[in-house]
């Protein structure tokens, strides 16, 4: 069976500001231990899952609106769109959670983590960092 690389945390990834940095490092670990636990064995992927999802899902929400509160006290020229792609990721994540609790949808942590560590990956990267400056400014006045 294929394995998912663990994410590893890079400074190429910190915005520079403590709070957002521990939020992603601490997603990045919640990702880390589902791919841990993604071994094709369906019945220990169902127990993992059950155990785990509504924890993951409310740490994600929190994140978001960590990072919208902020940018919303800034200047920032995307905050809707960015706030768009937060709601537009969260809605899917929570979709396919409820597919599998209802089995319309059969669990499979590695392409669920595979899809979750791109996301996040290219989210840090493409959105995140291009607000980091407006984040430190925040930082820096409050």
């Known amino acids: 069976m294929n394995k ?27 990702l880390n231990d589902t791919i841990k636990h993604s071994n094709g064995v369906k019945i220990d992927e169902r127990k993992y899952f059950n155990k785990n999802r509504k924890k993951a899902e409310k740490y994600l929400k929190k994140h978001f609106e960590t990072e919208e509160k902020i940018l919303s006290k800034t200047n920032y020229k995307k905050l809707e769109e960015h706030k768009a792609e937060h709601k537009k990721f969260l809605d899917e994540i929570v979709k396919i ?10 669990i499979n942590l590695f392409n669920s983590t595979a899809y979750i560590k791109e996301w996040l990956l290219n989210h840090i990267k493409n959105y995140d960092k291009k607000a980091d400056k407006y984040i430190v400014e925040w930082a820096n006045n409050k």
């Open 4 to 30: 998912i690389k663990f994410v590893e945390w890079d400074k190429k990834y910190s915005i520079g500001v403590s709070e957002i940095d521990k939020q992603h490092k601490r997603l990045m670990e919640i």
């Open 97 to 106: 959670n409820e597919e599998i609790d209802k089995n319309i949808r059969e």
